[in-house]
């Protein structure tokens, strides 16, 4: 199975910017969806950026115009870029896989997450 290992995070003022990393091993990135998603205290995970296996993205709206999903596929690895970061983006972060891009009703695989802090 893919494993995903998750990495940068921590804590910015708003108004920066922080990369969040998120390596496969195991097996290529290349044929799955991959997704970002954060997760605040209490609530479910809420996606907020996709890219597909053709490298088309998609943003929910409050990752539209602030944050960049890419993928190296030659370090088979995930990329969410977060500028102009707000204290209400503060949350735990994960990163997923699925062949379907179907993350609302397959398994896909989770990356461990990581913790965002904005402070303001």
């Known amino acids: 199975q893919v494993q995903l290992v998750q990495s940068g995070g921590g804590s910015v003022q708003a108004g920066g910017s922080l990369r969040l990393s998120c390596e496969a091993s195991r097996y290529s990135i290349h044929p799955y969806c991959i997704a970002w998603f954060r997760q605040f205290p209490g609530k479910e995970r809420e996606e907020i950026a996709t890219i597909e296996r053709d490298g088309h993205t998609n943003y929910k709206d409050p990752a539209k115009g602030r944050f960049t999903i890419s993928k190296d596929s030659a370090k088979n690895t995930l990329y969410l870029q977060m500028d102009s970061l707000k204290p209400e983006d503060s949350a735990m972060y994960h990163c997923?896989?699925?062949?379907?891009?179907?993350?609302?009703?397959?398994?896909?695989?989770w990356g461990q997450g990581t913790q965002v802090t904005v402070s303001s």
């Open positions: 997923a896989a699925d062949r379907e891009c179907r993350f609302d009703t397959n398994d896909p695989y």
